[in-house]
């Protein structure tokens, strides 16, 4: 609601009656003229912080072997769990094949007691390959196995059999 110039006065005058000396605002007034946005520095700041991020994250992304190596390492970790697991449930040995090709493909097929693993030739496995893993009925493997796929390690214990990356 727009006021007339003869109303804003007669307001300014009622206020300063009854508050002293107060300064009444009224829309329409040069505050309101102010407008919102972002300085400079702030601008600046935002953009020197998403550059500092695109530095630091942007490499990552672009690095394939680092996001191969940890599927690779997942997909071995993922087999030697579930081939402990059958073991168990099944009551008899079931080993893990972990070998390597161009194409990875490591399924969950159980043939004859044994569970095929084949990781991509770009991934660096120690010790080298192929590997076999092999759970007795207990779901404890013949001996502790450390096996580094890429940088990453996968531990198998010797008396429990857990399959763990630390």
Do not use: W
Request: glycine share 10%; charged share 10%; with cysteine.
């Amino acid at each position: 609601m727009r006021l007339s110039s003869s109303q804003i006065v007669a307001i300014r005058q009622n206020a300063g009656k009854f508050y002293g000396v107060a300064q009444v605002r009224l829309s329409g007034g040069p505050e309101e003229n102010k407008q919102g946005g972002f300085t400079l520095i702030e601008l600046i700041m935002t953009m020197i912080i998403v550059g500092i991020l695109a530095v630091v994250v942007a490499p990552r992304f672009f690095a394939r072997n680092v996001f191969q190596e940890r599927g690779a390492a997942n997909q071995v970790q993922a087999s030697l769990r579930y081939a402990q697991k059958v073991a168990i449930a099944q009551r008899r040995n079931v080993s893990v094949t972990v070998s390597s090709a161009a194409v990875s493909d490591c399924g969950t097929a159980l043939v004859g007691g044994n569970i095929n693993c084949v990781i991509s030739n770009s991934v660096t496995v120690a010790p080298a390959l192929p590997l076999t893993v092999t759970f007795n009925a207990l779901g404890q493997p013949g001996a502790a196995v450390s096996v580094t796929v890429g940088t990453i390690t996968i531990n198998v214990e010797a008396e429990t059999g857990y399959v763990h990356s630390p």
